[in-house]
């Protein structure tokens, strides 16, 4: 649109256009603990834009791991881990194997979360490429499972976290 002095103009009051961008507060279940793909200050809006797209090709599963086969029980939200699982491991057919490859981290459930238990990681829900989703439940039925973090993760994992959400 154009105004009489040439000057294109909007249709839209521009608080619209920019709130469209916005991620709503009803969302705040949906985004809380996503990865963001730059720092967003505390405080600030959180525009949809700044959260981290997963694949549109990807599963996401709930893999039972304990602490001392998943780094401790450190991961995060966002953390990116390769799933190695090791089959027969007393026999002479031992073997292991890399069953998914920088699978996201997008959820973590511990101890306290079930039956008012103790605090440790019990399992983690994973997005896993589509193709390594049947791979990795049959390596969950089989095998032993590790989780080992990607050494691709930057020095501070930027993610939304529930206080900076309005």
């Given at each position: 649109d154009r105004d009489v002095t040439g000057v294109q103009t909007c249709a839209l009051p521009i608080y619209a256009r920019v709130a469209r961008t916005l991620v709503p507060?009803?969302?705040r279940a949906d985004v809380v603990g996503r990865p963001v793909q730059h720092a967003v200050r505390a405080g600030s809006l959180l525009e949809a834009g700044a959260l981290a797209r997963r694949s549109g090709n990807s599963r996401e599963i709930t893999v039972p791991v304990t602490p001392e086969h998943a780094l401790g029980g450190e991961l995060e939200?966002?953390?990116r881990v390769d799933v190695v699982a090791t089959f027969d491991a007393n026999s002479d057919a031992a073997r292991t194997l890399t069953v998914a490859g920088r699978a996201e981290v997008v959820s973590v459930v511990?101890?306290?979360?079930?039956?008012?238990?103790?605090g440790a990681l019990s399992a983690v829900t994973l997005a896993v490429p589509a193709d390594e989703?049947?791979?990795l439940v049959y390596a969950m039925r089989t095998g032993a499972l590790d989780l080992l973090r990607s050494a691709e993760i930057p020095g501070s994992r930027a993610r939304v976290d529930s206080t900076e959400v309005l």
């Open positions: 507060a009803s969302l939200p966002g953390d511990r101890g306290d979360q079930v039956f008012g238990g103790s989703a049947m791979v």
